[in-house]
């Protein structure tokens, strides 16, 4: 009984110290259906939380609708309420069998998939899929800090209805940012924890 116990601690150890560190700032790598020429990449921000990864979007392009609202998750969350894209909790994963497993909501179907995340070294592979991974789609991840800066560094735009605006989720307070309460739609002043903090490129 104690050498099975240790067995499986030994096991346990082994595929931990295996598993790659996936933490960071990502962003998509374009595609030609996805994004115009010229128009920047979906940033995300993987957090490693309780032996997880909690896939966040941070940088948005084509981030505005019609109705001046921020884009939206249909049923991100633990309701069915929509809110907005920017900002939520697209994707979890954890790590089991020597790869990371769960799931992944994509913004263009706008439905939750199965995930597997293959760590290739400078680029990660999300494959989502229903039921079988062959069948399934890959979105491909690089590295996104010096993106991240290079947005940050670019003078910002004034909030508008304009679809082909690139909205950055702020984590500075700054009189260029414009407030959204968590469904997406835009408020004057900041109540509860409940909002966005945004800037646009």
Do not use: H
């Amino acid at each position: 009984m104690k050498f099975i116990l240790v067995l499986l601690i030994f096991i346990n150890c082994s595929e931990n110290s295996n598993k790659p560190s996936l933490a960071g700032v990502w962003k998509e790598k374009k595609q030609t259906s996805n994004y115009s020429q010229g128009s920047l990449e979906t940033l995300y921000q993987i957090q490693e939380s309780n032996d997880q990864l909690l896939i966040k979007v941070i940088g948005l392009p084509n981030s505005v609708e019609g109705n001046g609202e921020i884009r939206k998750c249909k049923t991100c969350g633990e309701t069915e309420n929509s809110r907005a894209l920017l900002g939520a909790e697209i994707g979890r994963a954890k790590f089991t069998n020597s790869k990371f497993q769960g799931k992944f909501y994509d913004s263009y179907s706008r439905k939750w998939y199965d995930l597997r995340i293959k760590d290739l070294g400078d680029t990660i592979e999300l494959r989502y899929y229903a039921y079988f991974p062959i069948i399934g789609k890959s979105i491909f991840l690089t590295k996104g800090e010096s993106t991240l800066t290079e947005i940050k560094n670019k003078p910002p735009k004034k909030y508008s209805n304009d679809s082909s605006l690139y909205a950055l989720l702020s984590e500075s307070k700054d009189k260029d940012n414009f407030l959204f309460d968590i469904q997406g739609k835009p408020i004057l002043e900041k109540y509860k924890e409940n909002y966005l903090e945004v800037r646009f490129y």
